[in-house]
């Protein structure tokens, strides 16, 4: 049965502001802005989203445009419903207060490394608990909202230095930021993605010398390729602030990936390292003096 609907409106709409000098401004770089903008702002929707229902496609609706500055006002509506059940009032009403309190918390962290931006989510839980009528669901992985908000920051810079606001019914948002790098894509061949969050011990086998936050560690007696997200520690790290010797174990809060096929086999498994609390060494270790 077809349980895809044309578009379903929810409730919450924002306003994109960005100046801009009449009669010299490049129309192309204004509009082409914001299109850039509103696309990445449904690409952090989207991520919003993403725990509730991969199905689920959040779309910007054009609700007026006013000028002076360029002044967009933006509902939203979700191109696809996973159940029929999920079209009831009182779950739009909650899907779109969800969507602009997490837009008015996560677009405040544009450049916020990934303890930071797990640290907002976290804000967040009573809201994807509170569903109407539903069990509640997880918040999104931290790495999805973080490349969305990378995403939102490239299309803020290709704006340059025009002033440029979102208004919510929470307040307003001057929107900073820098390019940052681009998402990384799937293989394609994952149905279904498990996450597990929690917090381990992880040895350290090849540290990353070159700053691609890519490390290797053991983890239950296999040698595991990590992604570190934990910029701060990373620049401390590769300032020499410390140093990491053989043996040592960092001390962190971990996201885990596992993604299936159609038929629940594993299809791959990524561990993310969201934030590292400490670098403990065996008790049988000397610490070379800093």
Request: charged share 25%; with cysteine; hydrophobic share 40%.
């Amino acid at each position: 049965m077809d349980r895809t609907l044309a578009q379903e409106p929810v409730e919450g709409e924002i306003a994109l502001v960005i100046d801009y000098v009449p009669g010299q401004s490049k129309a192309l770089d204004v509009l082409g802005g914001a299109m850039a903008l509103i696309s990445s702002i449904d690409a952090l929707d989207a991520a919003l989203l993403s725990s509730i229902s991969t199905e689920l496609e959040p779309v910007s609706i054009l609700n007026d445009v006013q000028h002076s500055s360029l002044k967009i006002l933006l509902a939203r509506v979700l191109k696809a419903l996973p159940d029929d059940h999920l079209g009831g009032l009182e779950w739009k009403k909650w899907i779109g207060g969800l969507l602009v309190k997490g837009k008015y918390a996560l677009l405040q962290k544009l450049d916020a490394d990934a303890p930071a931006i797990e640290a907002e989510l976290r804000k967040l839980e009573p809201e994807y608990r509170a569903a109407p009528s539903l069990i509640g669901y997880d918040l999104p992985k931290v790495k999805s909202v973080q490349t969305a908000l990378r995403g939102v920051s490239r299309a803020r810079a290709s704006l340059g230095t025009q002033k440029v606001i979102v208004q919510t019914e929470f307040g307003d948002i001057i929107l900073g930021g820098e390019a940052g790098d681009e998402p990384e894509i799937s293989n394609g061949e994952v149905v279904t993605v498990l996450t597990n969050r929690g917090r381990e011990f992880l040895k350290v086998r090849y540290p990353d010398m070159l700053g691609q936050a890519q490390w290797t560690v053991m983890r239950n007696g296999r040698t595991t390729r990590v992604e570190l997200l934990h910029k701060g520690w990373l620049d401390t790290y590769h300032a020499r602030a410390f140093t990491i010797l053989p043996g040592d174990s960092l001390d962190c809060s971990f996201e885990e990936s596992v993604g299936y096929d159609g038929q629940q086999n594993e299809v791959e498994r990524k561990l993310t390292i969201i934030e590292v609390h400490g670098v403990v060494s065996p008790p049988t270790q000397t610490r070379l003096p800093l």
